[in-house]
């Protein structure tokens, strides 16, 4: 059992728990979603406005930090929290998600358009070895070369409490045979993350208490994500991640969950990557997650979306709509964050009409207000024995996972 983990109450019809993942900088309480800063900020808000409504945990970007302002700067001012003036509790990941992600996602101009479904046929963007990965930076060109060993020296200055291995992403559309050459070079990475995180000095780093969490792979091969889930758990991390392709759709990534989750330790804490809609939170925390992380709240905000509770579970309203120019009411009725306690449907469309700043910031807010208010609705749930009223409520449908 992990010793910074412990579970305080079960779900009786499915694999929901709650739980608190100890860290240096404080409890967190789970299930939990983060917000996520990319660089060293969620964007748009301030730590205060986070913390006042809820957040307890956020993540950093290995991959973007390390590119800017560069984890040496970062480090010489005392680490990412000091840095960015949070003093919760902060997650990095490990900064190959980016790697491949930029490449596979067309993000960088150079490379727009291309979609390789095999590393080999990234060209000059990025190649993959056994021992590294070598990459260009998307900011201005320039090459660079992660290692397992190098990543973790990364986010050892980054000082987060809690770290990720290093690890390859292969293409949602990659066959068995690459699929599982890959896996195997992730847990090989695994090895030499979990080495190189032992030998570190504790004297100079910004936080010497750090937690590496394991990332279990296999694509959507149910035998390939046992054999990863028992591999990356044997080897003595703090935590596990369930990572690499998730499918194609939702019904997949429950899919790959469901064949997951039965094979990592129960007292482990999990954290599903980069996932954060409603319904997959919900049915993620069905089937025993305990973490999540992803932009979208923010994302949505910066382009006029609100979360909404509908009967439609649409869970998206476009603030733009013409429908709401005399709109009087908040966002979402009962909700308490501050946009919806100050200001109406009317003043926030008028404001994106007239593209003033506020108007995404309020938005994004109330995002992750939203989230982060349904997550603390999930823990209560779960602690009194509710759960799938809860999950029916939302859902519309019955539990049963």
Request: with cysteine; hydrophobic share 40%; glycine share 10%.
């Amino acid at each position: 059992m992990s010793a910074i983990f412990s579970i305080t109450a079960r779900d009786a019809h499915s694999r929901a728990r709650c739980g608190v993942v100890t860290t240096a900088h404080g409890p967190v309480e789970t299930p939990v979603f983060m917000p996520v800063g990319t660089r060293g900020t969620v964007k748009a808000l301030t730590p205060h406005e986070l913390r006042d409504h809820g957040a307890q945990i956020i993540l950093g970007n290995t991959y973007h930090l390390y590119l800017q302002p560069g984890h040496e700067l970062i480090a010489r001012r005392g680490g990412l929290h000091r840095f960015s003036a949070w003093d919760g509790p902060i997650l990095t990941d490990s900064g190959g998600f980016q790697v491949f992600s930029l490449v596979y996602g067309g993000i960088a101009d150079e490379i727009k358009g291309r979609r390789p479904e095999h590393p080999a046929r990234m060209g000059d963007m990025v190649k993959v070895t056994e021992d590294a990965v070598i990459f260009k930076s998307y900011l201005d060109g320039s090459r660079h070369i992660f290692t397992p060993e190098r990543s973790i020296e990364v986010q050892h200055s980054l000082g987060a409490d809690i770290i990720l291995c290093f690890d390859e992403l292969p293409p949602f559309r990659a066959g068995y045979d690459y699929t599982h050459e890959s896996m195997g070079r992730s847990h090989r990475w695994a090895a030499r993350c979990l080495a190189a995180h032992r030998k570190r000095d504790p004297g100079p780093l910004p936080n010497p208490d750090q937690f590496l969490f394991g990332i279990v792979h296999g694509g959507v091969f149910p035998d390939l994500r046992q054999t990863s889930a028992e591999t990356i758990s044997a080897m003595g991390f703090d935590g596990l991640c369930i990572g690499g392709s998730l499918g194609a759709d939702k019904a997949q990534m429950y899919a790959v969950v469901d064949m997951t989750v039965p094979h990592m330790p129960d007292g482990m804490a999990r954290h599903l990557l980069g996932i954060g809609d409603v319904d997959d939170l919900l049915e993620g925390v069905a089937r025993g997650i305990d973490m999540f992380d992803c932009v979208s709240p923010t994302r949505l905000g910066r382009h006029g979306t609100a979360l909404v509770r509908d009967q439609g579970r649409r869970w998206k309203l476009h603030v733009s709509n013409a429908s709401l120019r005399e709109d009087d009411g908040p966002l979402q009725a009962g909700c308490t964050c501050y946009a919806c306690r100050h200001y109406s449907r009317a003043y926030i469309h008028y404001l994106y009409r007239a593209k003033e700043i506020l108007g995404l910031r309020l938005v994004s807010l109330h995002n992750v207000a939203f989230l982060l208010a349904l997550m603390a609705d999930v823990r209560a749930a779960i602690t009194a024995g509710r759960f799938a009223e809860l999950y029916a409520a939302w859902l519309g449908r019955p539990l049963a996972v």
